[in-house]
């Protein structure tokens, strides 16, 4: 019988779905397997149902809702074809009339946005600050956070560094909206205000490739104007004109449970473990590859075979994942996973600097 018939696995890649979907809308009725191994419980497919699966991963898609998915497969193979057509037509009337009111609502808040604007000037080029930082710590800081920095041309406050002076620490802050990175520098010399400034890549690229040495820094703002002095070299530039997002409301995280990797290790059963393709390209435009981790309950991590659907399983980009431990730069780092919904923390045991990653769904 199974030479007759698809696997799971065979299904998944002609058809579009993951495995992880196939078994949801098995369990949903929508898109049965036509026989289950009893002993196994594997599932397999007839060849006829590589249709039903393509034409399921476009109703996806287009975010049809489940109910009407179960009509359009079940009228599909029909004669008639009115209540195939009804269901997508009134599906498009929904989009339309929710892109209409997103418009509107958009529309609304920025409007908002231009009152804010003008109501709180904001002191991002007037505010000065004159401070030193040891070399290294910067060095460190900098590579901690380098790689979670944005690219998308359409959110340029997110393709830079956000440098936060406060008292006598420098906060340095990157986020691509899918993972943050925080770093600290202790700093001296700095009595004024808390200041701000977002330093573009290039610059801080063009920073860290000064701090070469094991002496203090001079680090100037001025305005919209950063600068970086060591010994007789200096570069400058400057900031991004744009308020970057409070960075402090996006790290309360609720709770969740703590697990010490040892990085290497780690890194290996990363690399050769199983992965799951993503169902949704929002991260990159493309798929990409899923690592599935659960904290076991004597405290390990543990990367999930493709079977393993336990409910507190938490998906992440892989690669995002491998980026976030090279950038811990330590031999055991501690990570924290909580709901399938909330993101994955990887701390340093030593001090505090941090990372998140933001999960990924696996199925609907």
Known sequence: MENEMRSIGEMARDGGLSVSALRFYDRAGVLVPAWVDP??????????????????????????????????????????????RGLLQAHLRRLELGLSDARSEFSTLRALLDRRETDHMTSLHTSTARLSVPAPELAAALDAVRFAAGTDAELPMLGGILFDIEGEGLHLVATDRYRMAVAHAPTTGHGGPRTQVVVPLPLTDAIRALLTGEEAVQLAVDGDRVTLETGDRQTSGRALGHEFPDYRRLVDLPASRRAHVETAAFRQALETGPVRVSETR????????????????????????????????????????????????????????GSPTAPLAIRRLDDDAFSLLMPVRLQD
Not at 39 to 62: H, N
């Open 282 to 337: 929002e991260q990159s435009g493309e798929p990409f590859d899923l690592s599935v981790l659960r904290v076991t309950e004597n405290g390990s991590v543990i990367v999930c075979d493709d079977g393993d659907d336990d409910q507190n399983n938490v998906a992440v980009n892989r690669d995002f994942l491998l980026h976030a431990l090279a950038a811990g730069a330590r031999a055991e780092l501690i990570l924290e996973l």
């Open 39 to 84: 002993v196994s419980g594997y599932r397999w497919y007839e060849s006829k149902q590589l249709d039903e699966a393509r034409l399921l991963a476009r109703l996806r898609r287009a975010g049809m809702p489940l109910a009407d998915i179960r009509l359009v497969l079940a009228a599909w193979a029909g004669p008639d074809t009115d209540l195939v």
